[in-house]
């Protein structure tokens, strides 16, 4: 069964969430590349990933864009 891009680009940011340059890097690189729907479900879920994740919260500038 085929990953949708959303669901990739999802689990490759819970795989680097360790690292928060990395994590910054890769929310930009999945901006430019993703659909403007698979977008704006990918903001939704950085919002609730990051609650908890205080040091992750600065990827969240350019959400804000």
């Known amino acids: ?3 949708s891009m959303f ?3 999802k689990k490759v940011l819970e795989n680097v969430s360790f ?3 990395l994590f910054c890097k890769e929310v930009e690189k999945a ?9 704006e479900q990918l903001v939704k879920w ?3 990933f990051t609650q908890s ?3 992750l919260q ?3 500038a350019y959400v804000e864009r």
């Open 58 to 60: 600065a990827c969240l």
């Open 19 to 21: 690292d928060p340059k």
């Open 53 to 55: 994740k205080p040091e």
């Open 46 to 48: 950085l919002y609730k």
């Open 31 to 39: 901006l430019k590349v993703l659909l403007p729907y698979d977008a």
């Open 7 to 9: 669901g990739y680009t």
């Open 1 to 3: 069964m085929p990953t």
